[in-house]
């Protein structure tokens, strides 16, 4: 049986429409997920690559948008070494906004699919990064 819409990941080529995937465990359960095509508004809509996402386009393409439990994004979204985007935005201040966990993945398609799949508390990765907002 499916999990419903559990994981949701951030993608960026316009060029990809948003589709759900399925992934299957090691214990057989099916992981429903989505992901999704982000314009760049901020840098223009001729600039397809994930490195020139803000957290300004994500804030306004998602808010709106059913998403489930997390957003996984890409590392190279973010400022080389920091929680940051080209826009000034933190990953603390995204989640907030969105009301999602937000887990950041190397962009190797290794590690992404190793997030949907897997526990990210038990993962020892050098650039995963959780940030979850502040139950108040």
């Known amino acids: 049986m499916a999990e ?4 949701s990941a ?5 060029e990809y429409q948003p589709d759900l995937m399925t992934l299957e ?21 001729k600039i397809t690559v994930s490195g020139l996402i803000t957290g300004q ?4 393409q998602l808010s709106d948008r059913k998403l489930g439990d997390r957003l996984l994004i890409p590392c190279n979204m973010l400022r080389s070494g920091e929680n940051v985007f080209l826009d000034d935005i933190t990953v603390t201040e995204l989640s907030e906004k969105l009301g999602r966990e ?3 993945v190397d962009p190797a398609g290794a590690d992404l699919v190793s997030a949907v799949l897997d526990s ?3 993962k020892k990765q050098i650039r995963r ?3 979850m907002i502040n139950p108040e």
């Open 4 to 7: 419903d819409m559990n994981k």
């Open 10 to 14: 951030a993608e960026t080529e316009e």
């Open 25 to 45: 465990d090691e214990d057989g359960n099916e992981i429903t997920f989505e992901v999704i095509a982000i314009k760049n508004n901020f840098f223009g809509e």
């Open 57 to 60: 386009d994500l804030t306004e």
């Open 102 to 104: 937000i887990i950041v």
């Open 120 to 122: 990210t508390e038990n």
């Open 129 to 131: 990064q959780i940030f």
